[in-house]
Nanobody, 123 residues
């Protein structure tokens, strides 16, 4: 497994921008499919975006055009750039890793998870 630590969460106004980071350690990073998920209060964990080792990307329809996922393999880091619109996007955001590839969107497909970083979107 790979150890994942998220950072960069906090308070952002609707229409503002925020960048989340996920730092990986413990195993080879380039072999992992990386994903971002979020879980709002009282809701199920929701897929946000995923990025392959060769930088192939897939987004949830709810965030496409507003969020951007990126990775820097040399730094063992994955980013999520957020352009927030709604207070309903307030959630704990998690990064996750799957040993393999294939644009996976189900939380159960990922073996390794970070502890999450809270994001609060205010009106």
């Amino acid at each position: 497994q790979v150890q994942l630590v998220e950072s960069g969460g906090g308070l952002v106004q609707a229409g503002g921008s925020l960048r989340l980071s996920c730092s990986a350690s413990g195993r080879t990073f380039n072999n992992y499919l990386m994903g971002w998920f979020r879980q709002a209060p009282g809701m199920d964990r929701e897929f946000v975006a995923t990025i392959r080792w060769n930088f192939g990307i897939a987004y949830a329809d709810s965030v496409k055009g507003r969020f951007t996922i990126d990775r820097e393999n040399w730094a063992n880091t994955v980013y999520l750039h957020m352009n927030s619109r709604r207070a309903e996007e307030t959630a704990v955001y998690y990064c996750a890793a799957h040993l393999g590839d294939g644009y996976l969107e189900g939380p159960g497909e990922y073996q390794c998870w970070g502890q999450g970083t809270p994001v609060t979107v205010s009106s």
